[in-house]
């Protein structure tokens, strides 16, 4: 078990405790939470904490994004450029980070956790990919273009959808919020 996960498992384990020393006439035995929850539980939450898992069956895969639009003009945005690396693990999940130049030249950084689900609508090349993380840029007076932002670091996240054209090559479009989206290009190494 990891540290996160024995943390997280370590309340509930006493809460059960607890109730069992009470002087309840009947106690009902906690049902465990589902893995299929839409909600992280103690196992999600031990699963990416995990070394091991990190290291089990799985894949490389750089990634470049070329190209950016934007929902709305500004005289100030600048080309969106984007280079990064992920680890795809076979339960789905997948771990990366990219450095880029934001949309007004800055230099920036995305780590990120996510899952990318292949086969969506029954169309085994389309896949959609979410990621949330921490994102670094965004200073000096382009500091309020993304929300909760402290000194630079602000909670980033992300939503694709995808084509796997064979083993190793992928395109997809990222949504940006509400600003824009951005087209993906990957070499998976398998």
Not at 37 to 64: C, I, K
Not at 150 to 163: I, K, N, R
């Amino acid at each position: 078990m990891s540290i996160v996960g024995a943390l997280l498992v370590l309340p509930a384990a006493h809460a059960a405790d607890a109730q069992a020393t009470a002087a309840a006439p009947a106690a009902t035995p906690a049902t465990p939470a589902s893995s299929d929850s839409a909600w992280p539980d103690a196992s999600t939450w031990e699963r990416v904490s995990s070394l091991a898992a990190w290291q089990g069956p799985g894949h490389w895969r750089l990634v470049v994004s070329p190209f950016s639009h934007h929902w709305r003009y500004s005289a100030e945005h600048t080309s969106v450029i984007a280079l990064g690396v992920e680890r795809q693990v076979n339960d789905r999940w997948l771990l990366g980070g990219s450095a880029f130049r934001n949309s007004f030249g800055q230099p920036s950084a995305y780590v990120y956790l996510g899952q990318r689900h292949d086969g969506i609508w029954q169309t085994p090349p389309l896949y959609f990919q979410w990621s949330a993380g921490i994102m670094y840029g965004y200073v000096g007076k382009y500091q309020s273009k993304v929300p909760l932002n402290f000194g630079g670091f602000s909670p980033g996240a992300l939503v694709s959808l995808g084509w796997q054209y064979n083993r190793e090559a992928s395109v997809a479009v990222h949504a940006l919020g509400d600003a824009g989206v951005m087209l993906q290009l990957a070499v998976d190494f398998r």
